[in-house]
Nanobody, 126 residues
Framework: QVQLVESGGGLVQAGGSLRLSCAAS????????MGWFRQAPGKKREFVAA????????RYADSVKGRFTISRDNAKNTVYLQMMSLKPEDTAAYYC???????????????????WGQGTQVTVSS
C-alpha cells in the first residue's frame, strides 16, 4: 500500500508564501498522478492542482492559477505545492492524493484518486 504524508502547513500573513510537501512511502514502484485538494470546515473538498507522473503536464484550479505551482521529484517520492501571494480564502486543510491508474492524465476529480494523506492545515491571516 501507499502512504502519503503532508507537511509544511502553518500560519502565514496574507501575501506570504508557503511550500507544502507530500512524501510517499510503501509500494510506490509504479507510475501515478498526484493531486492537491483542500477543504475548509463546512465546505466541500475542492481541487487545487494536479501533476502527471512525468511532471510534464499540470492542472490548476482557476482560484489558484498563477499563484500556486505543483511539482514533483520522483527520486524522492515527493510532490510539492508552492503557494505564493496567499489570500485568507486559501485557508483550509490541504490534502495530497495519488492516482496509480493514471499515467498521461492528471484528474481534477477527487473520485479518481485512490490514496490520500492526512492533511496539513494552512491558515492565512488578513
Amino acid at each position: 500500500q501507499v502512504q502519503l504524508v503532508e507537511s509544511g502547513g502553518g500560519l502565514v500573513q496574507a501575501g506570504g508564501s508557503l511550500r507544502l510537501s507530500c512524501a510517499a512511502s510503501g509500494r510506490t514502484f509504479g507510475s501515478y498522478a498526484m493531486g492537491w485538494f483542500r477543504q475548509a470546515p463546512g465546505k466541500k473538498r475542492e481541487f487545487v492542482a494536479a501533476i502527471t507522473w512525468t511532471g510534464r503536464s499540470t492542472r490548476y484550479a482557476d482560484s489558484v492559477k498563477g499563484r500556486f505551482t505543483i511539482s514533483r521529484d520522483n527520486a524522492k517520492n515527493t510532490v510539492y505545492l508552492q503557494m505564493m501571494s496567499l489570500k485568507p480564502e486559501d485557508t483550509a486543510a490541504y490534502y495530497c492524493a495519488a492516482d496509480p491508474a493514471s499515467y498521461h492524465y492528471a484528474s481534477v476529480s477527487e473520485k479518481e484518486y485512490e490514496y490520500w494523506g492526512q492533511g496539513t492545515q494552512v491558515t492565512v491571516s488578513s
